[in-house]
């Protein structure tokens, strides 16, 4: 089985950054292939935010391109997803997603909220 775990989320003035992390409780980390964050904002249907596969090879959408960066760390089974330049669209619940044996695994969300 899959367990994930998502932290760092908040509230956050447009212009700032935060840091998003998501655990993965998994057998062997090695049988993920691919990890990646989606989001849904207030009223929208969930989109994927950035996406990395075990190749390292990264996918992100036009909206974050050059604000967010995933990233992952395989000694502390986590994945990360860095978000600069904040903005008040970025404001949606992120949800962390594992991709294994072709079965999608989801956290439970973390919310962040864009606001002055």
């Known amino acids: 089985q899959v367990q994930l775990v998502e932290s760092g989320g908040g509230l956050v003035q447009p212009g700032g950054s935060l840091r998003l992390s998501c655990e993965i409780s998994v057998e062997s980390i090695f049988t993920i292939y691919a990890r990646a964050w989606y989001r849904r904002a207030p009223g929208k249907q969930r989109e994927l935010v950035a996406r990395i596969e075990s190749s390292d090879s990264t996918d992100y959408a036009d909206s974050v391109k050059g604000r967010f960066t995933i990233s992952r760390q395989n000694a502390r089974n986590t994945v990360y997803l860095q978000m600069n330049n904040l903005k008040s669209e970025d404001t949606a619940v992120y949800y962390c997603?594992?991709?294994?044996?072709?079965?999608?695994?989801w956290g439970k969300g973390t919310l962040v909220t864009v606001s002055s």
């Open positions: 997603n594992v991709e294994r044996y072709g079965v999608h695994y």
